[in-house]
């Protein structure tokens, strides 16, 4: 039987020395094994190539049948694990919490707790007709955050 132990570990001997990251591992019914990878400088086909033939010319088929799909996460796709945050500092995305409601600003921290984002509110200050446009920060712990997206402007 195929596990994902197993891939994973041939994913990480791989991953090892480089600046990929592994978002997502799923072995559905039928050994179809999904493979989600990225990199701090974007995941390129010579690398999913690689990765594929790397976790294929370990696994035997004539023991055990399986499908393989290596990809990279895609920009739509919401945000699995902390190194996808690190990547995207500096990049607007679209949150959603558990109980804080939803929010769209930049993402200008991430670390091992959480995320800083910087986002746009239009108050009404003193001494002003107009609600004029305020620069708010809004600290999130992972646990807080039941959806983190890019945010796609074309």
Known sequence: MITVEHVK???????????FFLVDLVILPGNKIRVSIDGMNGF???????FSRAIEHNLDREVEDFELEVSSPGLTKPFKVKEQY??????????KTLEKGNFAGELRE?????????????????????????EKKIAFNYSDLKEVKLSIEF
């Open 86 to 95: 690190l990547k995207n500092i500096g990049r607007n995305i679209k949150v």
């Open 9 to 19: 570990s041939l994913i990480d001997s791989k991953l090892n020395g480089s600046d």
């Open 44 to 50: 390129p086909i010579e690398a999913c190539v690689s």
């Open 110 to 134: 991430a670390n091992d707790d959480g995320i800083l984002l910087v986002y746009s509110e239009k108050e009404k200050v003193e001494g002003q007709k107009k609600k004029v446009e305020v």
